[in-house]
């Protein structure tokens, strides 16, 4: 069964950082349309950021662009998730995501372009 299990949530004051990790179980994913969605308390589901295949294209929320950096370590088989300055309003449960299409990538920050999603990791921000 294929699984998507993401690490390095926590706690951290605004201003600082962490790096989340997404590392498929069950198949290889350097393939894969990768992205990240964060849901808040009381909110929808949100995008964050996506990675093409081959990396050759990045997608950003403009809420974090130019403070969160996705990238793939396909050695890995994992795509990571910088974030830097972060703000109370990052606060929420992220979630990787997968997507088994082929051909070229689009709909990078739609959920439905994503077939296998991770349980969360909770990211809290505090002032």
């Known amino acids: 069964q294929v699984q998507l299990v993401e690490s390095g949530g926590g706690s951290v004051q605004a201003g600082g950082s962490l790096r989340l990790s997404c590392a498929p179980s069950?198949?290889?994913?350097?393939?894969?349309?990768m992205g990240w969605f964060r849901q808040a308390p009381g909110k929808e589901r949100e995008f964050v950021a996506a990675?093409?295949?081959?990396?050759?294209?990045?997608n950003y929320a403009d809420s974090v662009k130019g403070r969160f950096t996705i990238f793939r370590e396909n050695a890995k088989n994992q795509v990571t998730l910088q974030m830097n300055s972060l703000k109370t309003e990052d606060t929420g449960v992220y979630y990787c995501?997968?997507?088994?299409?082929?051909?070229?990538?689009?709909?990078?920050?739609?959920?439905?372009?994503?077939?296998?999603w991770g349980r969360g990791t909770q990211v809290t921000v505090s002032s």
């Open positions: 995501a997968a997507s088994s299409r082929i051909g070229p990538s689009s709909g990078l920050a739609v959920p439905a372009t994503y077939d296998y």
């Open positions: 069950g198949r290889t994913f350097s393939s894969s349309d």
């Open positions: 990675i093409s295949k081959r990396g050759g294209i990045t």
